[in-house]
């Protein structure tokens, strides 16, 4: 079989167009019939996902504490600057994880990113960029943390108590901007029916377009290297089958019995707080959307007993939670006849049991 395998056509690399600094086009031919859709889609998901970048992630303003906000003497709105800042085409040419970089300013006029002051860590790509432009001569002071990331950073990740007075920004860390591939018909000799597979790429310029290629096919290797152990894997379970220690029928009156004991101390537990069981279930069987599931679980509320003891006007108070979501949360815990301020006596006592119990399981 192996042999039939080996016999498939490897593809060599037989022209690189660099269409200017940031953007290339790969060919590779000659591919077996249908292998240029394979690979190409599988480098082009990873390219635009995986690949690690660096980006702006939070911004600190002297005298400003929110995005919606305004400056005096800048002719773009606070919501304007961030949107212009966080694509700087920016990278960190050491090991570290983050910078600093800063603007400050009394001049007017327009500000772009060679005003930026950053140490010799930091490389910015296009000294030009736009950032803002300052129409009196004000003093502005700011401050922005430039991490190095993979695929996107929402802001409602970010621990809001430590990062008070700071803006923080969703980020796509990739510096991918576009991937294109296309598959075209090629031959060897009498075989005309193979393919050629043409990968155009085009980054911002913070890492070259054919070294983003050997990181997505090196992203792709590792993944699929686990099913070469597959062996491995097989021995290892027959050799658990076969240890003569480990009889079959009785572990399974083992975990039987487990799984009775684990049910009974459950039960013991509803009845000794005489609770709604209901409550020690998670918020995932509320049937709620994606969006209002994770503003919950980012504010650590993860069981129905836990969500209907807040007040409903509190969970307003959680970040990205607007009244479509509460509403929706609400007519969920109507149907199973519960409601918001909710007072469950002893909760904390009783849901530390229930975690211990959980926890031997």
Same mark, same amino acid.
């Given at each position: 079989?192996?042999?039939?395998?080996?016999?498939?056509?490897?593809?060599?690399?037989?022209?690189?167009?660099?269409?200017?600094?940031?953007?290339?086009?790969?060919?590779?031919?000659?591919?077996?019939?249908?292998?240029?859709?394979?690979?190409?889609?599988?480098?082009?998901?990873?390219?635009?996902?995986?690949?690690?970048?660096?980006?702006?992630?939070?911004?600190?303003?002297?005298?400003?504490?929110?995005?919606?906000?305004?400056?005096?003497?800048?002719?773009?709105?606070?919501?304007?600057? /961030? !949107?212009?800042?966080?694509?700087?085409?920016?990278?960190?040419? *050491?090991? $570290?994880?983050?910078?600093?970089? &800063? +603007?400050? %300013?009394?001049?007017?006029?327009?500000?772009?990113?060679?005003?930026?002051?950053?140490?010799?860590?930091?490389?910015?790509?296009?000294?030009?960029?736009?950032?803002?432009?300052?129409?009196?001569?004000?003093?502005?002071?700011?401050?922005?943390?430039?991490?190095?990331?993979?695929?996107?950073?929402?802001?409602?990740?970010?621990?809001?108590?430590?990062?008070?007075?700071?803006?923080?920004?969703?980020?796509?860390?990739?510096?991918?901007?576009?991937?294109?591939?296309?598959?075209?018909?090629?031959?060897?000799?009498?075989?005309?029916?193979?393919?050629?597979?043409?990968?155009?790429?085009?980054?911002?310029?913070?890492?070259?377009?054919?070294?983003?290629?050997?990181?997505?096919?090196? /992203? !792709?290797?590792?993944?699929?290297?686990?099913?070469?152990?597959? *062996?491995? $894997?097989?021995?290892?379970?027959? &050799? +658990?089958? %076969?240890?003569?220690?480990?009889?079959?029928?009785?572990?399974?009156?083992?975990?039987?019995?487990?799984?009775?004991?684990?049910?009974?101390?459950?039960?013991?537990?509803?009845?000794?707080?005489?609770?709604?069981?209901?409550?020690?279930?998670?918020?995932?069987?509320?049937?709620?959307?994606?969006?209002?599931?994770?503003?919950?679980?980012?504010?650590?509320?993860?069981?129905?007993?836990?969500?209907?003891?807040?007040?409903?006007?509190?969970?307003?108070?959680?970040?990205?939670?607007?009244?479509?979501?509460?509403?929706?949360?609400?007519?969920?815990?109507?149907?199973?006849?519960?409601?918001?301020?909710?007072?469950?006596?002893?909760?904390?006592?009783?849901?530390?049991?229930?975690?211990?119990?959980?926890?031997?399981?």
């Amino acid at each position: 079989m192996f042999k039939l395998i080996n016999s498939f056509l490897k593809p060599n690399i037989v022209n690189i167009e660099k269409v200017n600094k940031f953007h290339s086009k790969i060919t590779l031919e000659p591919m077996e019939k249908g292998f240029g859709n394979t690979i190409g889609n599988s480098l082009r998901r990873i390219l635009l996902s995986s690949i690690p970048g660096y980006k702006i992630t939070e911004v600190e303003i002297d005298g400003v504490y929110h995005e919606y906000g305004v400056i005096n003497g800048i002719r773009e709105d606070i919501l304007e600057i /961030i !949107l212009n800042i966080k694509n700087i085409p920016i990278k960190i040419i *050491n090991d $570290f994880d983050f910078e600093y970089i &800063n +603007i400050k %300013n009394v001049k007017s006029g327009i500000i772009k990113s060679k005003d930026i002051l950053c140490n010799d860590n930091i490389i910015i790509i296009d000294p030009n960029y736009y950032l803002f432009t300052i129409n009196d001569n004000i003093f502005i002071n700011m401050k922005m943390k430039v991490q190095k990331g993979i695929g996107y950073l929402y802001n409602s990740s970010y621990d809001k108590k430590n990062n008070l007075g700071k803006i923080l920004i969703d980020t796509h860390f990739s510096p991918i901007n576009k991937v294109l591939y296309y598959v075209e018909n090629t031959r060897i000799n009498n075989k005309i029916d193979l393919d050629k597979l043409i990968i155009e790429i085009e980054t911002n310029g913070t890492i070259e377009a054919e070294e983003s290629i050997k990181i997505a096919a090196n /992203i !792709l290797i590792n993944q699929l290297n686990i099913f070469l152990d597959l *062996n491995k $894997f097989n021995n290892n379970f027959n &050799n +658990i089958n %076969n240890n003569k220690s480990l009889n079959k029928e009785v572990i399974s009156n083992e975990i039987k019995d487990f799984n009775k004991n684990f049910f009974i101390e459950l039960i013991e537990l509803y009845k000794e707080f005489n609770v709604n069981p209901i409550f020690f279930k998670k918020i995932n069987n509320l049937n709620l959307t994606v969006r209002s599931l994770n503003c919950l679980k980012n504010d650590n509320i993860l069981y129905i007993g836990h969500l209907v003891q807040i007040k409903e006007q509190d969970l307003l108070k959680i970040s990205n939670l607007g009244k479509k979501s509460l509403i929706e949360i609400k007519n969920s815990l109507k149907n199973l006849n519960l409601k918001f301020d909710t007072y469950i006596k002893d909760w904390d006592k009783m849901f530390s049991s229930f975690l211990k119990i959980i926890n031997k399981k």
